[in-house]
């Protein structure tokens, strides 16, 4: 039986996240609060924290060879991205790990990095402004391993689509999704 402080993997028990696969991904925002912008009618508007956010993401394929972005997209309190890990360039410098640490180009060395910069930076901005330092992400993320055509299909059709359906913040604040008052986290 499993503690209460022990989480349980939402992994895929029998399948190797560092071998080369597309994979759809969500990560949302601490507590899921609305904290990266505002949905519009023509879309999603970041303000500071979500300019940081998109920056981040994007980086996140230059920095690594053996990533690929596909289809994502920025909402105001989750991110939903299509992934695509590959071999890097057999040219590409290689990298030793432990044991214990993730596989370089694993999904999860991928998200917990993006994860990392996109906090620093955003904590970074909050002390320049004597604002306290908070989490951005919430812990852990959802995967979901694409199998098919079909279903990479329906899931770029579902990210394309997913600002007209509008925010789903949990918490709203009327200072929330300020471009100019970023919410505090």
């Known amino acids: 039986m499993m503690r ?21 991904v969500t990560l949302c925002s601490h507590e899921r609060r609305c904290v990266f912008g505002r949905v519009e009618s023509q879309g999603v508007v970041p ?5 940081i956010v998109r920056e981040e993401w994007e980086r996140s394929a230059l920095l690594r060879e053996s990533i690929s ?26 990298h ?5 640490q993730r596989p370089s180009r ?3 060395s991928l998200v917990a990095l993006f994860k990392g910069a996109s906090t620093r930076r955003i904590n970074a901005y ?11 992400w919430q812990r852990n993320y959802y995967d979901h391993i694409v199998r098919n055509e079909d279903d990479l299909s329906r ?13 789903s913040c949990f918490i709203v604040e009327a200072h929330c999704c300020s471009p100019t008052n970023p919410s505090p986290l």
Do not use: C
């Not at 209460?4 to 759809?24: K, T, V």
């Not at 303000?47 to 300019?51: D, E, I, K, L, T």
């Not at 320049?128 to 989490?135: G, S, T």
């Open 106 to 108: 694993s999904l999860s």
């Open 4 to 24: 209460n402080n022990e989480r349980r993997s939402r992994r895929l028990a029998s399948f190797d996240y560092s071998q080369a696969a597309m994979y759809f």
């Open 96 to 100: 030793h790990v432990s044991a214990q």
């Open 126 to 136: 909050r002390t320049e402004r004597d604002l306290p330092q908070a989490k951005v």
């Open 69 to 94: 972005l596909d289809t994502w997209v920025l909402m105001p309190n989750h991110l939903h991205a299509l992934v695509l890990t590959h071999e890097p360039p057999i040219d590409s410098k290689s």
């Open 155 to 167: 899931i770029r059709d579902y990210i394309q689509t997913n600002p007209a359906l509008g925010s």
């Open 47 to 51: 303000n500071v924290y979500g300019r």
